[in-house]
């Protein structure tokens, strides 16, 4: 597992070594709900910054140390002035960053950019694949059913005809 604090620590380093000018971070937090989000940068109302790092960072060993701190970087910059969009100041310190050290630091960060595959959710294909010869309508089918085995007997819902040709779709990953 890596170490939050040596990684925030360093990255701090790093970001203040160009000059640029961070907010006060008042709180990190290791995130164990966040699925689809690396990490979060919270304004405080006392003007103060909440850090979220999603746990998965630290724990998955396929995650490279660089692209941890990718992460804790990008929500490290989000505490500079005029930040907390993916524009402006925030873009230019990013790419300066990138520049100096390497990273690929960006708006968004895909699980395959992390080095992990996406969740299985976006991995599911679907089986078939139907057309109408009549209307040119296309369903899906992710397994086999009554309508896979007898499909020339069913009627298009859209345009009425019985004229549907079947493809299996590719199913290799
Ligand atoms: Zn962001
Ligand atoms: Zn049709």
Redesign the pocket.
């Known amino acids: 597992m890596k170490d939050l604090n040596i990684l925030k620590n360093n990255c701090l380093d790093e970001v203040h070594a160009l000059g640029i000018k961070t907010g006060t971070i008042s709180e990190w937090k290791i995130n164990n709900r966040a699925q689809k989000r690396w990490g979060l940068c919270r304004a405080k109302k006392d003007g103060t910054f909440e850090i979220q790092i999603a746990k998965m960072l630290l724990t998955d060993d396929r995650i490279s140390e660089k692209s941890c701190k990718e992460t804790i970087i990008h929500e490290i910059l989000h505490t500079c002035d005029h930040c907390m969009k993916h524009t402006g100041n925030w873009k230019k310190y990013a790419i300066i960053m990138n520049n100096t050290y390497g990273y690929n630091i960006k708006r968004v960060t895909s699980s395959t950019e992390k080095g992990i595959e996406e969740p299985s959710s976006a991995k599911i294909v679907p089986k078939y694949l139907f057309t109408?010869r009549?209307?040119g309508?296309v369903i899906y089918r992710l397994r086999e059913s009554k309508f896979t085995r007898n499909y020339r007997r069913y009627r298009?819902a859209?345009?009425g005809?019985a004229m549907w040709s079947r493809k299996s779709c590719i199913n290799s990953n």
Do not use: F, G, P, T
Request: aromatic share 0%; charged share 10%; net charge positive.
């Open positions: 109408c009549n209307c309508v298009c859209r345009c005809a």
